[in-house]
């Protein structure tokens, strides 16, 4: 059984670009977040989609984009990167309704230069 | 709101010796309380977690932590410690199908 799995794992880009981060869920589960976790510090809530739609949101701007396709799987799109945006971005899936356990990926380490 | 505080950003045990990693939590209502692993350059990766089930939850890798109502604690607990536990420890909480809340972390040494 496959697990969370994220692409790409590491990335580059330039301020001002965009970036688009993918992410599959463990099998079974129909529910994607997404954390950003800068260096040293916790993982902070994105957002959370759920049958297509975003369910929830954290205080990201709205150059945090994201989608869900029918087969759970999701994208991350950042727009306008700037150099702040650099981290570890982590997807994790989950089971809805209760989502009580989260599953995580690997992560994908964005560097913005 | 939710939210948890990790206290000890940095603890460091010999090889062998208890390891205890300090959680505390606010929650409005009853929590889920989670602990997780994360090596360098990696992913978290599931310890425990308490679910409103038994009080002492037993996890992978020979951890335990106990949920204290009284305290609002979920400390982390491993009788002896192994170099292989060396990384960083985040405890986080969450209502049911809502966003997890995660500490700042608590980065473990065990020393030889």
């Known amino acids: 059984d496959a697990g969370v799995t994220q692409s790409p794992t590491h990335l580059i880009k330039t301020r001002g670009q965009q970036v688009t981060l993918r992410c599959s869920p463990k099998?079974?589960?129909?529910?994607v977040s997404w954390y950003q976790q800068a260096l040293g510090q916790g993982p902070q809530f994105i957002f959370q989609?759920?049958?297509?739609?975003?369910?929830q949101r954290g205080n990201f701007p709205d150059r945090f984009s994201g989608h869900q396709f029918p087969n759970y799987s999701s994208e991350l799109n950042v727009n306008a990167l700037l150099l702040g945006d650099s981290a570890l971005y982590l997807c994790?899936?989950?089971?809805?309704?209760?989502?009580?356990?989260?599953?995580f990926g690997q992560g994908t380490r964005l560097t913005v230069v | 709101a939710q939210s948890v505080t990790q206290l000890g950003s940095h603890v460091s045990v010999s090889e062998g010796a208890l390891v205890l990693l300090r959680c505390n939590y606010s929650?409005?209502?009853?929590?889920?309380l989670f602990w997780y692993v994360q090596y360098p350059n990696q992913g978290l990766q599931l310890l425990l977690k308490?679910?409103?089930?038994?009080?002492l939850v037993k996890g992978i890798n020979g951890f335990e932590a106990e949920f204290k109502k009284s305290e609002t604690s979920f400390h982390l607990t491993k009788p002896s410690a192994h170099m292989s536990d060396a990384a960083e420890y985040f405890c986080?909480?969450?209502?049911?199908?809502?966003?997890?809340?995660f500490g700042t972390g608590t980065s473990l040494t065990v020393i030889p």
């Open positions: 994790a899936s989950s089971l809805a309704p209760r989502n009580t356990e989260a599953f």
């Open positions: 099998s079974g589960h129909d529910t």
């Open positions: 989609y759920y049958e297509e739609e975003e369910r």
């Open positions: 929650s409005s209502v009853p929590p889920y």
């Open positions: 308490y679910t409103s089930a038994a009080t």
């Open positions: 986080a909480v969450t209502r049911a199908g809502n966003q997890f809340y």
